[in-house]
């Protein structure tokens, strides 16, 4: 399986963004695992919330067609009860076979203003055709307890909009949870000038595949080398 991260900048078109997400999907080659930057589609749109809702739902609809032989993790903005949500969608084989809304809002922006936070039950360890995935969205990453809540996982998901001023956080954070998980991590971040960038493929050892000039970052998946970290360096991990 390959794993990709894509590594693109956001603009004010959300057509245009999806045009862009499009096109980097149908070049990847099958059996791909896709994982797209935080609200890559629309960004934040504090002032558009209500037309990206509608955005993502017709998104969703070719997401699924887009998902047949492949793995598509994306954030979207969605709607319940009138509350706007920042809401991981997993897609695969034409279904959508995981959501969940970021539990943990960035303290230093206006998120907590206008998005609800998710249930922090949702972010575990979910299985995919024999592979267990988690996700951990942008600032839930700083929390120490919910890599625990997901160990055991053979690939973690990071997509993000980290800001570039805590760009070696990011890149600090995502490889000690790849080693510490014994794990693969797929981040994504935004390329946005604001942004870290910093997308990378690490892997169960701790080796960084990472290019800040490109717009795809990709590596092999190899069940193998998550079981032979846990076995020769046993933490307890199963």
């Given at each position: ?118 249930n922090i039950e949702d972010i575990k360890i979910i299985d995919i055709s024999g592979v267990k995935v988690a ?104």
């Open positions: 399986m390959n794993l990709i991260s894509l590594q693109l900048k956001t603009s004010s078109s959300f057509k245009k963004n999806f045009h862009k997400l499009e096109e980097r999907i149908l070049k990847t080659p099958k059996n791909s695992f896709i994982l797209a930057p935080e609200l890559y589609l629309t960004g934040y749109s504090y002032d558009r919330l209500e037309e990206a809702t509608t955005f993502t739902q017709k998104s969703i609809k070719i997401l699924k067609k887009l998902s047949n032989n492949k793995i598509i993790a994306i954030t979207m903005t969605t709607k319940k009860d009138n509350k706007y949500f920042n809401t991981l969608h997993i897609f695969h084989k034409g279904k959508i076979v995981h959501q969940q809304s970021k539990a943990i809002l960035f303290v230093l922006d206006d998120e907590r203003k206008y998005f609800t936070a998710g996700t951990l969205i942008c600032f839930e990453l700083r929390f120490v307890d919910l890599w625990k809540q997901i160990q055991g996982a053979d690939v973690i998901l990071v997509p993000a909009m980290w800001g570039r001023l805590r760009k070696k956080h990011y890149e600090s954070l995502t490889k000690a949870l790849a080693i510490t998980n014994q794990c693969y991590v797929i981040a994504s971040d935004s390329a946005n000038k604001n942004m870290a960038k910093s997308s990378a493929i690490i892997s169960p050892f701790g080796d960084v595949t990472m290019n800040d000039t490109k717009k795809v970052i990709s590596s092999i998946y190899n069940h193998k080398e998550i079981k032979k970290m846990r076995r020769y360096i046993n933490t307890g991990i199963k």
